[in-house]
Nanobody, 128 residues
Framework: QVQLVEGGGGLAQAGGSLRLACAAS????????MGWFRQAPGKEREFVAA????????YYSDSVKGRFTITRDNAKNMVFLQMNSLKPEDTAVYYC?????????????????????WGQGTQVTVSP
């Protein structure tokens, strides 16, 4: 079992930046593909970004490509989401998720069903 805890959310103005962090405990993250998802009020949880076990490959939704960057530090058991040029439509609860260990699926899965472990979420609010 791996436990995930997100942090770094908060209030930002449009055009601003936030950096989310996801800390893992219980297992080393190096054998898990990792993803970030978000859920706005009244909407389904949607894929944001994913990163392979080594960090060498990343994948983004079209809505955040070029603005958000996912990275990981396996030595510190952490995953990050740098969010730049924020827009009001980025407002949501952001979740960190882990797929593994040693998943047979693609690191770039956008389906919530592929991920086995989830954090509790952190709120991101972007004002106009």
């Amino acid at each position: 079992q791996v436990q995930l805890v997100e942090g770094g959310g908060g209030l930002a103005q449009a055009g601003g930046s936030l950096r989310l962090a996801c800390a893992a405990s219980g297992r080393t993250l190096s054998s898990y593909n990792m993803g970030w998802f978000r859920q706005a009020p009244g909407k389904e949880r949607e894929f944001v970004a994913a990163i392979s076990t080594s960090g060498g490959s990343t994948y983004y939704s079209d809505s955040v490509k070029g603005r958000f960057t996912i990275t990981r530090d396996n030595a510190k058991n952490m995953v990050f989401l740098q969010m730049n040029s924020l827009k009001p439509e980025d407002t949501a609860v952001y979740y960190c998720a882990a797929d593994g260990p040693y998943s047979s699926g693609s690191y770039s899965s956008t389906s919530t069903a592929e991920y086995d472990f989830w954090g509790q979420g952190t709120q991101v609010t972007v004002s106009p």
